[in-house]
């Protein structure tokens, strides 16, 4: 299984920031020291110019060319600096690549990403630019350049990090060519929620049980709303920061349901042929190690579902 990764790239930030950006080069090298089939690659960055099949032209120069205003810089969280554009397109170019990837192989991942509280117009969150909404797009825009005969590429967003999805919310609010899901907590940030396409906002602390079994109901309503157009693609960000020993989730999940969470999604997808590219999205242990162990757990299962799809590919020829 392919994922793709741009830890060499780190953000200016002053001392005590709460941005974990140490987590990306752990997973990473706890990924290297596990024997298995998943191949690490460089990712390059995005071409700006992409971006804006998501995000407004004045919003992208202001991140290009460091022109953003104090009140900005505040909402996204990060200070500009001269490294910030590269990082934030290097995000980006991450997960177009791995859902090119998964439209070739069936699964493939980000080591991060998940950039969901970026809105077309601004940052926030520690989103600069929203990585799965210039991917889907772009995605959308191969598949009808390559494919001009078929229907459109229709795209799924599973968004289990523990946050809402505002910004992608905002970006596909009018595009009936994407579904958006959200499971989050209902009391966590971002405090004013936008619309998904499915929104499920769970109290603080609710425990496995009850996580799980909303997730099954979620999905269960996904197939049925998606039955007359099934999406080709699906991002599913898969965030550590549900878990019991985050910082800043306060659902209080099991690392074990949480794994179980991975499987389901993905066992979901890959029964109904669905290609998806996964992003890290969220975390925030007090114990980075921790975090890692969760998301490293979540890229074992997706190399579960990835030899699945290979297998399955080789019975159908």
């Known amino acids: 299984m392919l994922a ?56 992208i120069d202001a991140v290009m060319h460091g022109t953003l205003s104090e009140a ?17 397109l290097s995000s980006v170019g991450a997960t177009i690549a791995a859902a090119r990837a998964a439209l070739e192989e069936g699964v493939a991942a980000s080591l991060a990403g998940g950039t969901h509280h970026a809105y077309a117009d601004k940052g926030s969150g520690f989103c600069v630019f929203n990585d799965v909404a210039v991917a889907a797009r772009l995605m959308q825009a191969e598949w009808h350049r390559a494919h ?32 958006t899901l959200s499971i989050h907590g209902e009391k966590n940030f971002p405090f004013r929620k936008e619309a998904s396409d499915l929104d499920v906002g769970l109290p603080d602390a609710c425990g496995d049980a009850v996580y799980l079994d909303a997730l099954d109901e979620a999905l269960d309503e996904v197939w049925r709303r998606m039955a007359d157009r099934p999406p080709g693609l699906a991002f599913y960000l898969a965030g550590a920061d549900p878990h019991e020993r985050d910082r800043l989730g306060r659902l209080k999940l099991s690392a074990d349901a949480l794994l179980r969470r991975d499987e389901r999604v993905l066992r979901a997808l890959g029964d109904r042929r669905i290609p998806v590219a996964l992003s890290m999205a969220g975390g925030y ?31 159908d020829t």
């Open 4 to 59: 793709f990764h741009y830890d060499h790239l780190t953000l200016a930030l002053p001392p005590g920031h709460r941005f974990p950006q140490s987590k990306y080069q752990m997973l990473r090298e706890r990924v290297e020291r596990e024997p298995g089939r998943m191949r690490l690659r460089v990712t390059e960055p995005a071409d700006p110019a992409t971006l804006a099949l998501a995000h407004t032209p004045d919003y």
């Open 72 to 88: 900005a810089q505040r909402e996204i969280g990060f200070p500009w600096a001269p490294g910030l554009p590269r990082r934030s």
């Open 148 to 179: 001009p005969e078929r229907p459109a590429l229709r795209v799924l967003v599973v968004d289990l990090d523990v946050h809402q999805g505002n910004g992608t919310a905002s970006i596909f609010r009018d595009d009936d060519s994407v579904f």
């Open 285 to 315: 242990g007090e114990d980075l190690a921790v975090t890692v162990e969760v998301q490293r757990r979540t890229l074992a299962a997706a190399e579960q579902a990835w030899t699945r799809w290979q297998a399955s590919s080789a019975g």
